[in-house]
């Protein structure tokens, strides 16, 4: 059985950083994909970032490019989204999500996912 766990949401002011981390178990993600996603009230689950286990190619949303960077520390099955330069419409509850997506961008083709974590950005 997987399991992700997220941690490290809060509230910060617009212009902060925030790390979140999401720590993998239960099997070996050598040929997994870790995604964040994240959903605002009311709207649907859109994907922020990902990153290939296995040679650790990148992927952004527009809306996060330059400001966000998704990371891996194999040695501890964790994936890392740093975000800095936080914006009032970067507040959701952000999630970690394990799969072998053909398209990294789409939420059905990962199997797995965390229970997420808040995060709210004061303007």
């Known amino acids: 059985q997987v399991q992700l766990a997220e941690s490290g949401g809060g509230l910060v002011q617009a212009g902060g950083s925030l790390r979140l981390s999401c720590a993998a178990s239960?099997?070996?993600?050598?040929?997994?994909?870790m995604g964040w996603f994240r959903q605002a009230p009311g709207k649907e689950r859109k994907f922020v970032a990902a990153?290939?286990?296995?040679?650790?190619?990148?992927y952004y949303a527009d809306s996060v490019k330059g400001r966000f960077t998704i990371s891996r520390d194999n040695a501890k099955n964790t994936v890392y989204l740093q975000m800095n330069s936080l914006k009032f419409e970067d507040t959701a509850v952000y999630y970690c999500?394990?799969?072998?997506?053909?398209?990294?961008?789409?939420?059905?083709?990962?199997?797995?996912w965390g229970q997420g974590t808040q995060v709210t950005v004061s303007s």
């Open positions: 999500a394990a799969g072998t997506p053909t398209i990294v961008v789409i939420t059905a083709q990962y199997d797995y």
């Open positions: 990153i290939r286990w296995s040679g650790g190619a990148t």
């Open positions: 239960g099997r070996t993600f050598s040929s997994y994909a």
